[in-house]
């Protein structure tokens, strides 16, 4: 590091010098501390398969896994499906996305459990019609289903609540006819 202009037989010779020292070294009760403070000088961090031997390294050097949230995985399969939707099935897809993200409280998937999906269901359910909470399921299953094929997850425990009925009425002949019978005097009347 002192030298930038070594050449290659320079180095190894270095190389050479400093493994026969620290292999032979027991001062430090660590050969492989050497290393670490090679390392430590470039700002570095040493191969993980060093690391049971390298316990100076502070924890700064130490990588923390991210956590895979329902965020992470939206944004992963909308950009591998988002182009396969009509802009219209876009905008409620990511709607969906956004009330699922809210409601799972970032929670990491890696390690989710049966439990976490029953709260998610519950915390769903507070004001909504269960119709629309299986909607939301259902999306929830695409993603789920879209990332254990492609390797993000390795299992879910999405359940999808069978005969669950709309409350909603559908229009009765009286009315569907009185329906028809406005729109046709409103065109009239802009004609």
Request: aromatic share 6%.
């Amino acid at each position: 590091m002192d030298r930038p202009d070594a050449s290659w037989n320079d180095l190894r010779e270095h190389l050479l010098k400093l493994v026969s020292s620290t292999l032979v070294s027991a001062d430090d009760g660590h050969p492989l501390r050497h290393w670490e403070d090679m390392y430590s000088n470039v700002g570095v961090t040493p191969s993980p398969l060093f690391a049971p031997y390298c316990e100076g390294i502070s924890a700064a050097t130490e990588s923390v896994p991210t956590p895979l949230t329902f965020d992470v995985l939206s944004q992963l399969y909308m950009a591998d499906r988002g182009g396969d939707q009509k802009p219209t099935t876009l905008k409620e897809t990511n709607l969906c996305h956004n009330v699922i993200s809210e409601h799972l409280n970032g929670l990491d998937l890696k390690s989710h459990s049966r439990t976490d999906l029953v709260q998610f269901r519950e915390r769903l359910s507070e004001g909504r019609m269960p119709s629309t909470v299986n909607k939301l399921i259902v999306e929830l299953s695409a993603v789920f289903a879209w990332a254990v094929e492609n390797g993000h997850l390795s299992k879910t425990y999405v359940k999808l609540t069978n005969g669950v009925e709309s409350t909603r009425k559908a229009f009765s002949q009286p009315q569907v006819r009185k329906l028809m019978d406005y729109a046709e005097a409103m065109e009239t009347m802009a004609a």
